[in-house]
């Protein structure tokens, strides 16, 4: 079983206004991203929240026992990877699929190819590529979570992924959403054609 965390405990002080609540094809970004990964590999959902919690939680229409609000959100992102792999029950899951609510523009199928190549190859980190830029959702396995729990905040996820250049398995694909980080209203502007 793999669990997604779609981490969602930024400030969004750039954006204006919690990125979680964004919408993109008439879905929040969080909907968006707990829709595309709906897999029959997933057993459990966390949408991690931090800043502005009481209000996302107000209004995004989830399963509220989905959410996981990470005190320590100031901390970093690092710090909600590390709140998702503390709440998961010791042994249950054989990994952790990584979605940055800023990163929403990813399909159902680009998740999917992304759990294939997890389940059909040893590698202890999956991630897609697009033009040869690594994105976003990474997948890592359970093996890695006492990794993840010990990283640098100063470097993040990204420590545990540079310790392990051969454990890589990359997903190259045409989907540039794996590489948008939509973090300030120019950029969503641009991304969203409009």
């Given at each position: 079983m793999l669990v997604v965390a779609i981490?969602?405990?930024g400030e969004s002080r750039r954006m204006g206004l919690p990125k979680a609540l964004l919408t993109y094809g008439g879905?929040?970004?969080?909907?968006?991203?707990?829709?595309?990964?709906?897999?029959?590999?997933v057993g459990l959902?966390?949408?991690?929240?931090?800043?502005?919690?009481?209000?996302?939680?107000?209004?995004?229409?989830?399963?509220?026992a989905w959410i996981l609000e990470n005190q320590n959100w100031q901390e970093g992102q690092l710090s909600s990877i590390q709140a998702v792999i503390r709440s998961l029950p010791p042994g249950a899951t054989e990994g952790l699929m990584?979605?940055?609510v800023d990163?929403?523009?990813?399909?159902?199928?680009?998740?999917?190819?992304?759990?294939q190549e997890f389940d059909s190859t040893e590698k202890q980190i999956v991630l897609p590529s697009y033009k040869?830029?690594?994105?976003?959702p990474v997948i890592f396995r359970a093996a890695l979570y006492e990794e993840l729990l010990a990283a640098s905040r100063e470097v993040g996820a990204r420590e545990v992924v540079w310790a392990h250049p051969s454990g890589v398995a990359e997903v190259e694909t045409d989907e540039e959403g794996v590489i948008l980080n939509l973090n300030d209203p120019e950029t969503l502007?641009?991304?969203?054609?409009e």
């Open positions: 981490l969602a405990a879905k929040t970004f969080a909907e968006h991203l707990v829709a595309a990964t709906r897999h029959e590999r959902t966390r949408i991690v929240l931090g800043a502005q919690a009481v209000e996302i939680r107000s209004r995004l229409p989830l399963d509220p990584l979605c940055p990163h929403p523009l990813i399909s159902s199928f680009l998740v999917a190819q992304l759990i040869r830029k690594r994105g976003h502007k641009k991304a969203l054609g």
